[in-house]
C-alpha cells in the first residue's frame, strides 16, 4: 500500500512446525491521528498538573485533591489509548512519552511535597503552642525556588511535546519500509517480483523441504505475450 500504518504480523498455525506459513500486513495511520488524538490529550492531561502551582505552597491538602484527581485520569487514559494501539513486545514512542508524563506528574508532586514540609514543619514541630505561625522568610524563599523550578520543569515538557511531534511528522515522511524500521530485511511482492520469479524457479529460502517441493513444482507464473498465465 502506498501509505501504509501499524505493523501487525499474523500466523497460519499447520499440524506440523515446519508446514507453519508467517505473513506480515504493513500499515501505518497518519501522523497528526497520533499526534492530535493520542498525544495532544495526553499532553493536555498531564499539563492540567501545571495547576497545583495556582495553590499556595502553604495549603498542602488543598494540593493534594489536586494530585489525587489527575493521577487516576492519566492512568485511565493511557490504558485506554493502548487498548485500541496494536500489540507489540517492546516499549513504543507511545510508551516512552507515558512514562515521560508519568514522570513529570512525580516531578511535581515531588517538589510540591518538599515545598509543604519546608513551609509547614515549623507549625507542625510547634503545633502544641496556642497560635503557631508560618515563618515568612521561608515562605518566600520557597516560593521563590518553586518558581523557578516550575519555570524549568515547563520549558522542559514544552521542548519535550515539540520534539515529539517533530518525531511524529518525520517518521510520516519515511518510506513504509524505512518507518517499520525492522531489523530483518522486509521484500514485497510487487509486480517486478512477480515478473521475475515467473522466468525462473521460485525463490525456496527457509521453506520447509516438503514446501520446496511443492513451490518448485508449481512456479508462480508464466509470461506469455507480457501477460501472467497461470
Known amino acids: 500500500h502506498p501509505q501504509p500504518a501499524f505493523s501487525t504480523l499474523t500466523k497460519d498455525d499447520a499440524p506440523s512446525i515446519q508446514d507453519t506459513v508467517m505473513c506480515g500486513i504493513l500499515i501505518r495511520r497518519n501522523a497528526r491521528y497520533y499526534v492530535v488524538n493520542i498525544m495532544g490529550m495526553l499532553c493536555l492531561i498531564s499539563s492540567l498538573v501545571f495547576a ?4 499556595d505552597v502553604r495549603l498542602f491538602w488543598e494540593r493534594a ?3 489525587l484527581g489527575i493521577f487516576p485520569l492519566t492512568v485511565l487514559f493511557k490504558m485506554s489509548a493502548q487498548g485500541k494501539l496494536p500489540r507489540v513486545g517492546y516499549s513504543t514512542k507511545f510508551d516512552l512519552y507515558a512514562s515521560a508524563c508519568q514522570i513529570l506528574f512525580l516531578a511535581i508532586v515531588l517538589g510540591c511535597m518538599l515545598a509543604s514540609i519546608a513551609t509547614n514543619l515549623s507549625i507542625w514541630v510547634a503545633s502544641s503552642c496556642p497560635a503557631p505561625g508560618y515563618n515568612e522568610d521561608v515562605v ?4 521563590r525556588i518553586e518558581f523557578y523550578f516550575t519555570l524549568v520543569l515547563l520549558i522542559l515538557w514544552v521542548a519535550w511535546n515539540a520534539y515529539f511531534t517533530a518525531k511524529a511528522v518525520m517518521v510520516q515522511r519515511l518510506a513504509p519500509l524505512d518507518a517499520v524500521r525492522s531489523p530483518v530485511t522486509i521484500r514485497l511482492q510487487d509486480e517486478a517480483v512477480l515478473a521475475e520469479c515467473s522466468t525462473k524457479d521460485p525463490d ?3 521453506l520447509a523441504p516438503r514446501l520446496s517441493v511443492i513451490a ?3 512456479k508462480c507464473s508464466e509470461v506469455v505475450g507480457g ?3 497461470p
Do not use: M, S
Not at 52 to 55: A, Q
Not at 140 to 143: D, F, I, P, Y
Open 52 to 55: 497545583i502551582y495556582t495553590i
Open 65 to 67: 485533591e489536586v494530585f
Open 140 to 143: 518566600v524563599l520557597v516560593r
Open 204 to 206: 525456496v529460502n527457509g
Open 216 to 218: 518448485a513444482q508449481e
Open 227 to 229: 501477460d501472467f498465465k
